[in-house]
């Protein structure tokens, strides 16, 4: 969606673009990594080791794994690296099913001047990945966000595994300042999944600026669900923010997220798989109607 759209369409109808998290700005260090995580233990171990690979001083950055749930196997690979890295592991005795709160949990206990957004099966391997990407902020004040180039993380077969967004505000690897971050009060809690570009959206409505990296990248699993979970969770999620957004705004972004449906007739599965993210916003409504005349509320939970 164009940028100047949205803006002026929130200049017209506006709302509150707060989130539910109370975060101060004030910075401690220069980055706070933050990644939530739910029984990926060795996804999580790999992204740990890639951590304590970096050569930026690690008094400089804390690493914050919020754990949806509490087990022995997790707390155990966290001690390990304890001695490694400025680590803290918050954890949630009954899981929480909703990343959204994980992530505003961290930030909330943050004391990094930037935020680093990562998913427990992301890969680094630059060693200088963090130092650089402190030197971006750096250079210049007014960047409110910095985009990293995604790479995927294994290629058995091109047309299914080979390829992944270029660049995203998905929190796979995205980073912010904090004091952005404070202002708009982090994610949307209500939100089970979406929360990354729901929060994108704020962003843009207050006039952030992006910067994209060419030279920094990073890994992670590519784009591909074999059923329908995650494309009805987005749509789902989505719906519930009818109630924060002026109704103008919130049309105008639901109509954006249509606009992959023709990508279902493309041949190549990777369009296919946009086209379904599309369906999961036209059957979200549907879903819900047809709940509320069975009169149940089965929620539907993507990881």
């Known amino acids: 969606m164009k940028n100047w759209l949205l803006k002026k369409l929130y200049q017209r109808y506006p709302f509150s673009i707060e989130g539910d998290a109370v975060v101060s700005p004030v910075a401690e260090i220069a980055i706070s990594c933050i990644l939530p995580t739910y029984q990926r233990d060795e996804d999580l171990e790999i992204l ?4 304590v690979e970096q050569d930026l001083p690690h008094k400089g950055f804390e690493v914050i794994v919020v754990e949806d749930g509490q087990t022995d196997n997790t707390r155990l690979l966290i001690q390990k690296f304890m ?8 954890t949630n005795p009954v899981p929480l099913n909703n ?3 994980l992530r505003n949990q961290g930030l909330v206990r943050s004391r990094g ?5 990562l998913d427990d099966d992301t890969i680094i391997n630059q060693v ?7 030197t971006l902020f750096v250079a210049d004040i007014d960047v409110g966000a910095v985009q990293v180039q995604g790479r995927a993380s294994y290629g058995l077969w091109k047309l299914k595994y080979d390829y992944l967004d270029r660049y995203s505000f998905a929190t796979r690897c995205v980073a912010y300042r904090k004091s952005v971050l404070a202002r708009i009060c982090g994610f949307s809690e209500e939100l089970a999944s979406y929360e990354d570009i729901e929060l ?11 910067l994209r990296s060419d030279d920094l990248y990073y890994l992670h699993p590519p784009l591909h669900f074999e059923g329908w979970s995650k494309p009805l969770s987005n749509g789902l999620s989505f719906l519930r923010l009818f109630r924060r957004y002026s109704k103008p ?20 599965l990777k369009h296919r798989q946009w086209g379904k993210i599309s369906v999961g916003f036209l059957w979200a409504p549907f879903y819900c109607g047809v709940q509320k005349i069975v009169g149940t509320k089965k929620k539907v939970i993507y990881r």
């Open 83 to 90: 001695p490694q890295l400025n680590l803290i592991h918050l």
């Open 200 to 210: 994108s959206i704020r962003f843009t409505i207050m006039g952030g600026r992006v």
């Open 249 to 268: 705004v919130w049309f105008v972004c639901y109509l954006n997220a249509l606009r992959f449906l023709p990508y279902l007739l493309w041949p190549d």
């Open 48 to 51: 740990l080791h890639c951590l």
């Open 128 to 134: 200088d990945f963090l130092a650089r990407l402190v």
């Open 99 to 101: 990343v959204a709160q």
């Open 113 to 117: 001047e930037l935020i680093l957004w």
